[in-house]
């Protein structure tokens, strides 16, 4: 079964300071991969996507991730983060093909950003 | 349009007890989701509907967790009894049929708290 490891529990950076989430995922197939946002106190959701073609995507709000398939990582990245992007963040794994075809998500990343 | 709806949002109760949680799904989203989120830990599906037929359930505790969704729209998760481990968000999703599995919708959560 797919798993998906997210390096750090807490992150606690300054205003324009840079951003980067680690992720890892097993599972050797084929895979979607994703990141969610949860801002405090509203829903889950989407922040941006990978399915194929260039390994480096754009999401909303100045996000990025990378693919790194050699490396089974998808890691998040923001290069001025601002006071706004203080939320948890969840890596999530599709794995294509695999049983029940379902959403595996990472523990989650706390990030604070202070003013 | 409206989104997930979940009812209540936050449930104190005593180990043995039961407990049961209520979604209502975006108008049309024929396929529904009942996540568990532990403290510190991501999202881990519990069960997936598509209409009132079960697609994956291989992860829901059966010998107390139940869910149902008997006419294709709302739906229940009910856990009887309830253990101390059992406290956790329980998150609902939807998406509309055909659609990838990141185009789901989160709803807010119901917080559980089993003393």
């Known amino acids: 079964a797919q798993s998906v490891s997210q390096h750090n529990h807490h992150v606690i950076l300054s205003e324009a300071a840079s951003l980067e989430l680690g992720c890892n995922y097993s599972?050797?197939?084929?895979?979607?991969l994703f990141w969610y946002v949860q801002y405090p106190g509203q829903h889950l959701q989407l922040l941006l996507k990978y399915f194929s073609g260039d390994p480096l995507v754009k999401g909303i709000k100045g996000f990025e991730a990378e693919f790194i398939k050699s490396k089974f990582s998808f890691n998040l990245r923001k290069p001025s983060v601002q006071w706004s992007d203080t939320a948890e963040y969840f890596c999530?794994?599709?794995?294509?093909?695999?049983?029940?075809?379902?959403?595996?998500f990472g523990g989650g990343t706390r990030v604070l950003v202070k003013p | 349009e409206a989104g997930v709806a979940q009812s209540p949002r936050y449930k104190i109760i005593e180990k043995r007890q039961s407990v049961a949680f209520w979604c209502n799904p975006i108008s049309g989203h024929a396929t529904l989701y009942w996540y568990q989120q532990i403290l510190g830990q991501g999202p881990k599906l519990l069960i997936q509907f598509q209409n009132n037929g079960v697609v994956d359930d291989s992860q829901l505790p059966k010998d107390r967790f139940s869910a149902e969704r008997l006419k294709g729209v709302d739906s229940t998760l009910k856990i009887q009894p309830a253990k101390l481990e059992d406290s956790a968000v329980y998150l609902c999703?939807?998406?509309?049929?055909?659609?990838?599995?990141?185009?789901?919708?989160f709803g807010p959560g119901t917080r559980l708290l089993v003393l």
């Open positions: 599972y050797g197939g084929t895979v979607n």
């Open positions: 999530a794994v599709n794995a294509l093909r695999a049983a029940g075809n379902k959403l595996t």
């Open positions: 999703a939807s998406r509309l049929p055909g659609q990838g599995e990141e185009t789901q919708y």
